[in-house]
């Protein structure tokens, strides 16, 4: 049976809802202490700052986590598999989803995913959110871009999760990014309607085995892609909150 996808907009420890979020994270993932395989997405693999976002849920869940290093001395290969063979949860943080969305990272998202479709949970914040869901956009220089999809070219995800598009704290500037997504996306595939949800700064979303997506915290707004361009939308069958 497949496991949950936790989508969280912002990490702040002091607000009551995104413990409860976080919480019912770890709940799904499974009773008693956790193993989490723990991948921090900042600039650069900053190692203190890794140890201490860690350290804060170790604390909160005296959980397991083992952090996997992508990019200073990267974690060797017979240690990764064994950490994604025994992860009960899948944790990515916030800072940079392009170091997650790399072709060298293919075989990393198929294992992954085979965990997840074994019971396995997933969860995110930020940019991490961002990652493992289906792409993102990515281009040379977005400010010197008239068009938000000017140059670019969609970066496939670690694909966690294919129900729809999220974005994330992305309320002040409209929600560009998200929408030049679904632009791309429906230039490759007309054909298909593709969904896009924004989630804003106090807001998270859960996305179930069977597809459903829940809404939690601040609702944010729906768009979709169709003939004529990406509009905003009422929130499809299968969201609720």
């Known amino acids: 049976m497949s496991g949950s996808v936790h989508l969280i907009a912002w990490h702040d420890w002091r607000r009551a809802d995104v413990l409860a979020w976080h919480d019912a994270m770890f709940a799904a993932a499974g009773p008693g202490p956790v193993t989490v395989a ?18 804060l849920l170790r604390k909160r869940y005296a959980a397991e986590v083992r952090p996997v290093r992508l990019l200073r001395d990267p ?17 990515f943080t916030g800072g940079d989803q392009h170091l997650l969305m790399q072709p060298e990272r293919r075989d990393l998202a198929r ?3 085979r965990r997840i479709k074994a019971g396995a949970v997933a969860g995110g914040f930020s940019a991490g959110a961002i990652a493992i869901g289906p792409c993102w956009p990515d281009w040379p220089d977005p400010l010197q871009s008239e068009l938000p999809e000017e140059g ?7 694909g966690l999760q294919q129900r729809c598009i999220f974005d ?9 990014e998200l929408k030049a997504c ?13 969904y896009g949800c924004g989630v804003p700064t106090h807001g998270a979303a859960r996305v179930l085995a ?21 509009r905003e939308i009422q929130a499809p069958e299968f969201a609720r909150s």
């Open 38 to 55: 723990f991948f921090p997405t900042p600039f650069g693999d900053d190692a203190n700052w890794t140890e201490r976002f860690a350290g």
């Open 75 to 91: 974690t060797p290969a017979a240690e990764l598999h064994e950490i994604l063979g025994n992860a009960q949860l899948f944790y």
């Open 111 to 113: 294992e992954i995913r």
């Open 152 to 158: 670019a070219k969609l970066v496939r995800g670690l």
């Open 168 to 176: 994330f704290h992305a309320e002040d500037d409209g929600w560009e």
């Open 182 to 194: 679904l632009r791309l996306l429906a230039a490759q595939d007309p054909k298909q309607t593709h």
């Open 210 to 230: 069977a597809g459903a997506v829940e809404i939690l915290g601040d609702p944010g707004p729906w768009f979709a892609s169709g003939p004529d361009g990406v």
